[in-house]
């Protein structure tokens, strides 16, 4: 790591880890939500908003630091594009809730219970990895595990995919589930953007 002569603002990383730390609080209502029935849903959603409410007051917070400090940690740009895509996920996840409880989806598609999984590791990853942002340190393996993820997530979402057009659904069954699938499958694409801008941190620190 280059050595540096000036001192830095450091309450980002607690930042980083508080928005990463809730984001993994929402994975765990996404898994919350795949045994509940019907009746419980609208609560499961309640505390999902108040989650991405709490995320979005974490990354304005970020924001406003971000604006206020003459010296960063590491470039402003992707501090920026840090909490962006942090704030991301946070987004997609309470997006799927709330169609689940909007469009009053009786039954979830099998397969959704991994796409679930494989975001619920993403989030412990991520969570694991933002407060070695402060050292740089075993880094390498988060973002080769949450590329892997990712692509597993891919393969998911196209096995959903050909499930809900094999003719077992009616038209706008398919439209309702696709929605909900889609947004789940961009949920992952966020943690593979998280991922990629820590490599990018890395690189340049290193």
């Keep these: 790591m280059r050595f540096r002569l000036t001192p830095r603002e450091t309450s980002f990383y607690d930042m980083f880890a508080a928005s990463a730390d809730n984001i993994v609080t929402g994975s765990k209502l996404l898994m919350e939500l795949l045994g509940a029935d019907s009746s419980a849903r609208a609560e499961i959603a309640e505390r999902m908003r108040a989650a991405e409410h709490a995320g979005d007051d974490a990354t304005h917070a970020i924001f406003h630091q971000l604006n206020s400090s003459f010296i960063t940690p590491f470039d402003r740009e992707d ?3 840090l909490a962006s895509s942090l704030d991301d ?3 997609f996840m309470e997006e799927a809730v709330d169609l689940v409880v909007l469009y009053n989806v009786e039954e979830l598609p099998k397969g959704v219970e991994q796409q679930i999984e494989v975001l619920a590791r993403a989030a412990e990853l991520t969570a694991e990895a933002m407060p070695n942002l402060r050292t740089m340190d075993n880094l390498t393996e988060y973002w080769i595990e949450v590329n892997r993820l990712e692509n597993q997530a891919d393969q998911i979402h196209r096995k959903l995919l050909a499930q809900l057009f094999n003719g077992k659904y009616d038209a706008i069954e398919v439209l309702k589930l696709k929605q909900i699938v889609d947004v789940l499958e961009e949920a992952a ?6 991922a990629n801008t820590v490599e990018t941190i890395a690189v340049k620190e290193s």
Excluded at 189 to 194: C, G, K, R, T, Y
């Design 189 to 194: 694409d966020a943690f593979e953007h998280v």
């Design 89 to 91: 996920i946070m987004d």
């Design 79 to 81: 501090i920026y594009n």
